[in-house]
């Protein structure tokens, strides 16, 4: 199979599509069909690496990867995502946290980390992961880079706009992993990042790629939980399964919805936004206009600009029905708060305030009468964010046994300013 930019100007094989991250033209890779699967072609397939190779396999057919495709699921899908059934009947919970660094990036990026070094068996240099993060997808992608021969990785995040335990989990790792705390917001962050990747001097001095959810290395592997969870709750009850989905970025999301486009039973896809609200704006206008970042207490979606709406807006322009039953709303700090309370006391669940805006937006689409049964997607760890869901709960939540050894190293980032000619300056000659 082969991808192209949204852009336009960049088709390539898969081989190519995850060396580069970014498309040379500064767009973002697609399929450039995509298979069509119904329920039934998934027969037999009961673990998350079956489901994950049937799904994903077409992708990968004719590449370097599909003669050990199934070998390699089985390295990369190592993270339970289970789907729980909450006490009213009518809600699930998508339970994405339970990877080693508690957010559902590790599912992502664990795919991304197995298929490079794949890629890279031989190879006699060094390849370096550039990653920006608002809080959750750099840990993610240092725990699964983690001492990987032939791997470097390079870690830029906003200073102090991300949780207490997520800066100590972006700038404890060290030894291939170097991180550094940027003057800025995330989409400053985000902007470095993409600048860097598309300036080819630096790009071949260092052997660089990213590792965000603009490389399709993240975006596909996204898909396998919404399949997962969707074939298991239709060979249940005989119907697709409705999603609420936290969004920043938006790949988390459109990995949902691609999933849906390819035939998954999948039913109505609600996207929530913290205040920041571009996404919300476009699904009610058709229009996009990014904006400022604002800083939230859901700070891992403190994004202005998210990378995947180009690829929204692209396969929409291409076929509107991906925009089908769509829904996304904007919740605000103080909405956060209360709904992490509310769902403590209805359903028992400590959630995080990401998790918090799908739970508030179902919520206000039970007041206005949709009974349907939802699974409100939770997408990190709260112990990840004690410093804002504690005091709420007045309770102290327990650290996962993944993330202790983490908080017990010593961290270090050294803070640098925001655009290109810092982040050079700042990663040597
Ligand atoms: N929410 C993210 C921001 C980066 O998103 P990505 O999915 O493109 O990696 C984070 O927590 O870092």
């Known amino acids: 199979?082969?991808?192209?930019?949204?852009?336009?100007?960049?088709?390539?094989?898969?081989?190519?599509?995850?060396?580069?991250?970014?498309?040379?033209?500064?767009?973002?890779?697609?399929?450039?069909?995509?298979?069509?699967?119904?329920?039934?072609?998934?027969?037999?397939?009961?673990?998350?690496?079956?489901?994950?190779?049937?799904?994903?396999?077409?992708?990968?057919?004719?590449?370097?990867?599909?003669?050990?495709?199934?070998?390699?699921?089985?390295?990369?899908?190592?993270?339970?995502?289970?789907?729980?059934?909450?006490?009213?009947?009518?809600?699930?919970?998508?339970?994405?946290?339970?990877?080693?660094?508690?957010?559902?990036?590790d599912v992502g990026a664990n795919f991304l980390a197995t298929m490079l070094a794949h890629l890279n068996r031989g190879a006699t240099r060094d390849t370096t992961i550039l990653v920006a993060t608002s809080g959750d997808t750099g840990s993610a992608v240092a725990t699964a880079f983690y001492r990987r021969p032939g791997f470097r990785v390079i870690i830029l995040f906003p200073d102090g706009r991300v949780s207490a335990r997520q800066a100590h989990l972006l700038s404890c790792f060290g030894d291939n992993i170097q991180t550094l705390r940027v003057a800025g917001s995330f989409d400053d962050c985000q902007a470095m990042a993409k600048a860097a990747l598309?300036?080819?001097?630096?790009?071949?001095?260092?052997?660089?790629?990213?590792?965000?959810?603009?490389?399709?290395?993240?975006?596909?592997?996204?898909?396998?939980?919404?399949?997962?969870?969707?074939?298991?709750?239709?060979?249940?009850?005989?119907?697709?399964?409705?999603v609420v989905i936290p969004s920043g970025n938006l790949g988390n999301a459109l990995a949902c919805l691609i999933a849906r486009q390819i035939g998954l039973p999948i039913g109505r896809v609600l996207i929530s936004t913290n205040a920041n609200a571009v996404l919300a704006n476009y699904v009610h206008t058709g229009n996009y206009q990014a904006a400022p970042t604002k800083a939230t207490i859901a700070n891992a979606m403190d994004v202005g600009a998210p990378s995947n709406i180009e690829r929204l807006i692209y396969l929409a322009k291409h076929d509107p029905s991906i925009l089908?039953?769509?829904?996304?709303?904007?919740?605000?700090?103080?909405?956060?708060?209360?709904?992490?309370?509310?769902?403590?006391?209805?359903?028992?669940?400590?959630?995080?305030?990401?998790?918090?805006?799908?739970?508030?937006?179902?919520?206000?689409?039970?007041?206005?009468?949709?009974?349907?049964?939802?699974?409100?997607?939770?997408?990190?760890?709260?112990?990840?964010?004690?410093?804002?869901?504690?005091?709420?709960?007045?309770?102290?939540?327990?650290?996962?046994?993944?993330?202790?050894?983490?908080?017990?190293?010593?961290?270090?980032?050294a803070q640098i300013g925001v655009g290109l000619d810092a982040l050079k300056a700042a990663l040597g000659p």
């Not at 370097?64 to 089985?74: M, P, Q, R, S, T």
């Not at 993240?218 to 396998?224: A, Y």
């Open 198 to 242: 598309a300036d080819q001097t630096l790009v071949q001095a260092l052997n660089m790629t990213s590792a965000n959810s603009i490389s399709l290395g993240r975006l596909l592997p996204q898909m396998s939980y919404y399949a997962e969870a969707a074939l298991r709750y239709f060979r249940a009850h005989g119907e697709p399964l409705n």
């Open 1 to 105: 199979m082969e991808f192209v930019s949204t852009r336009g100007q960049d088709r390539t094989p898969i081989e190519r599509a995850l060396s580069l991250g970014l498309a040379s033209d500064g767009g973002l890779f697609l399929p450039m069909q995509w298979p069509r699967l119904r329920p039934d072609d998934f027969e037999g397939a009961d673990t998350t690496p079956r489901i994950a190779e049937r799904l994903l396999q077409s992708f990968f057919a004719d590449s370097i990867f599909a003669a050990d495709f199934g070998a390699l699921c089985d390295q990369a899908f190592t993270v339970q995502t289970p789907l729980k059934p909450l006490r009213d009947g009518q809600t699930s919970i998508l339970e994405l946290f339970h990877g080693p660094s508690g957010a559902f990036k």
């Open 324 to 413: 089908r039953d769509l829904d996304s709303v904007s919740v605000p700090d103080d909405a956060i708060c209360a709904r992490i309370q509310a769902f403590y006391q209805t359903y028992g669940e400590i959630i995080c305030p990401h998790t918090a805006t799908a739970a508030e937006m179902l919520a206000q689409r039970r007041a206005a009468g949709d009974h349907a049964h939802y699974a409100v997607v939770a997408t990190a760890h709260p112990a990840k964010f004690a410093d804002v869901v504690e005091p709420l709960l007045g309770l102290s939540v327990p650290i996962p046994e993944c993330l202790k050894p983490w908080l017990a190293r010593p961290a270090q980032a």
